[in-house]
């Protein structure tokens, strides 16, 4: 049962970081933020390490999140389905991206309730992929 929660952990982590690479043109130079538990980050860190991001920041909870916005394009929430998610908020996101003039990406990869406000896919140049919107994207290529 382990060994199949792994798998389906890397596959969907392979998943994401295609879609990501697919929104933001590549994903070689880039930076992201991956805010989780240690053992949820770690699939995504190895993948985006091997897309030759140039900065991979990484924090346990969303508070230094608006410290580090303005130097990222691709931010991951993968909080862990054990423990109460702490929301990152539209107003957090939105002081991080004052001034910001590139896309910003955020994949809420949360299983129960929404680890980001959905207020903050309303931001300018914020894309947010909400769990039902991977839902929903995933169930489409199920069937391709």
């Known amino acids: 049962m ?4 792994a798998y389906r952990r890397v596959r969907g982590a392979e998943e994401i970081v295609s879609i990501a690479d697919a929104c933001l043109g590549g994903l070689r130079g880039r930076s992201a933020l991956l ?3 240690q053992e949820e980050r770690c699939p995504y ?7 030759e991001m140039k900065y991979l920041y990484q924090e346990d909870t969303p508070t230094q999140v608006s410290a580090i916005l303005p130097h990222i394009q691709l931010l991951i929430s993968v909080p862990t ?22 896309p910003l990406l955020i994949f809420d990869l949360s299983e129960s309730t929404s680890s ?3 207020l903050a896919g309303l931001l300018p140049a914020v894309c947010l992929y ?7 994207i995933f169930s489409r290529l199920a069937w391709a």
């Open 81 to 102: 389905a054990r423990l109460p998610v702490p929301l990152l908020t539209a107003a957090s996101i939105a002081r991080g991206c004052i001034g910001r003039r590139t």
């Open 45 to 51: 860190t190895d993948l985006l390490q091997q897309a």
């Open 2 to 5: 382990q060994n199949a929660t």
């Open 130 to 136: 909400t769990p039902e919107d991977l839902q929903r």
């Open 35 to 37: 805010v989780g538990p």
């Open 116 to 118: 980001v406000e959905e």
